[in-house]
């Protein structure tokens, strides 16, 4: 689909599209196609435990708003912890990534821009989907297509 020009869009309430992977379960408010290719909006819920290895993303920032739960961010070598209603701005190229510390899911609102994660997470969630352990090399080689790599923590 080509990107939208510009035009008004409105995503009722619950239909987002929804993709699972990597244990997440991520809710896709506003894609590429709606906003010309601008930004990805969406929900992403992890369960106790889940985040992300280290990582950085070549072309894409991240914004990070706190809905529900306790997560950790790793930003500039350091974790620091907080709860709803918390925001993180990450540019590209900062290695960071986040877990939940808390005992309940985790409940985030993400935006990514340029638009183009919607389009990665959903290939990796077809990976997941096959059943039975993932690739991971597959996994790996996915996210480093759309400038995502992974570091050592």
């Known amino acids: 689909m080509a990107p939208s020009e510009n035009k008004p869009v409105l995503i009722p309430a619950n239909q987002g599209r929804q993709v699972h992977a990597f244990g997440d379960e991520f809710t896709f408010l506003l894609e590429g196609i709606h906003t010309g290719g601008k930004c990805t909006v969406f929900l992403e819920m992890t369960a106790p435990g889940g985040g992300p290895p ?6 894409q920032e991240e914004w990070f ?9 790793l930003v500039d070598g350091t974790w620091k912890e907080v709860g709803a209603g918390a925001s993180a701005f990450i540019p590209k190229g900062a290695v960071h990534t986040f877990k939940n510390v808390g005992e309940k899911s985790l409940h985030m609102m993400i935006t990514v821009s340029p ?16 059943g039975g352990p993932p690739d991971m090399n597959r996994l790996i080689a996915i996210a480093a297509e759309h400038g995502i790599h992974f570091v050592e923590g």
């Open 65 to 73: 708003y706190v809905l529900e739960g306790q997560v950790e961010f």
């Open 115 to 130: 638009a183009g994660f919607e389009t990665f997470m959903t290939r990796c969630s077809e990976v997941f989907a096959q």
């Open 54 to 59: 280290p990582h950085y993303h070549v072309d």
